[in-house]
């Protein structure tokens, strides 16, 4: 007869096996894989695998490319910054009891519910050189012939980056109007006994509480800008000097048929997310109270 202990432990192995079996399948094997892979040639139609060394991570570190996407992606960090501040200020006015607020709360939702496609072609049309914002600023006199909001180099990866704060402001907005909601309102009365005006019960109440869900949401945040893909294949396929890290593994993969220096790349920027993770963490996990 199996003691109560043992019996506890065989009946949490159970419940385990089925979600180990297929995070092995679906996530370890693919990393492992992909590891082999990016020292490998595999040639797709032969379904053959040449060993090849380091010869994939040489080929990447000597393609311009490869260093014009990591621009682009550290580029696309400034938009982290934006986004967090304006879905701050978004979930503190959303957060407010006023008639009516519910539909505003929904409104500003509508872009993350949205498909890809959909928002790419509308802002598209928006962008293009006979489109909308073109149309608008000739006739306010702003600008005397078309901008090139997307094809011109110099623009086109903050047109995509302002699509991106666009499509990701209301995602955001919802996180932080959870934390908010989960303040409790008890802080906020005794702070206005004590005569604490708005913008202090914010900054010694609100924002120090808000910590947490500032942490997690800085950190999606960052890691979706450096892995931005959708809105560069949508909107330029790379053009422009828009190409991205993840636009690139798709390219080498599915255009070149490199598979090898698509996984090679895969495991580079797997590290850049693993460092740019660590130092979400010190930054604003630093201060926090020893338990």
């Known amino acids: 007869m199996l003691s109560r202990k043992v019996q506890t432990y065989l009946l949490a192995f159970l419940f ?3 979600p180990l079996t297929l995070l092995g399948i679906f996530t370890f094997y693919p990393i492992i894989r992909g590891i082999i892979l990016s020292f490998a040639d595999y040639n797709m139609l032969l379904g ?21 996407g990591l621009t682009n992606i550290f580029k696309y960090l400034i938009v982290v910054p934006f986004i967090q501040f304006f879905s701050i200020v978004l979930a503190v006015t959303v957060n407010q009891k006023i008639p009516g607020i519910k539909f505003f709360r929904t409104l ?17 049309w928006v962008f293009n050189v006979d489109g909308l914002l073109n149309y608008v600023l000739i006739n306010l006199k702003i600008v005397k012939e078309p901008v090139l909001w997307l094809t011109n180099s110099n623009l086109a990866i903050y047109s995509a ?11 955001y907005m919802v996180i932080y109007l959870a934390g908010l909601q989960n303040i409790p309102s008890e802080l906020y009365e005794a702070a206005m006994i004590d005569g604490a005006s708005g913008f202090q019960s914010f900054f010694k109440i609100t924002l120090p509480l808000l910590r947490p869900t500032i942490l997690f949401c800085s950190l999606i945040s960052t890691m979706a800008a450096l892995k931005v893909f959708e809105e560069i294949f949508l909107l330029t396929q790379g053009a422009a000097n828009t190409t991205t890290i993840m636009y690139l593994i798709y390219e ?14 895969s495991v580079v920027f797997s590290g850049i997310l693993i460092i740019f993770a660590i130092i979400n963490f010190k930054l604003f996990g630093a201060g926090r109270e020893q338990r």
């Open 16 to 18: 385990l096996i089925i």
């Open 48 to 68: 053959t695998t040449k060993w090849v060394g380091l010869r994939n991570y040489k080929e990447l570190f000597n393609d311009k490319y490869f260093y014009q």
């Open 108 to 124: 500003f939702y509508v872009p993350v519910i949205t498909g890809a496609v959909v928002v790419s072609i509308a802002w598209r």
């Open 161 to 171: 980056m302002f699509v991106t704060f666009w499509r990701g402001l209301g995602y």
């Open 252 to 265: 080498y993969a599915f255009v070149r048929y490199k598979f090898g220096l698509s996984a090679a790349l």
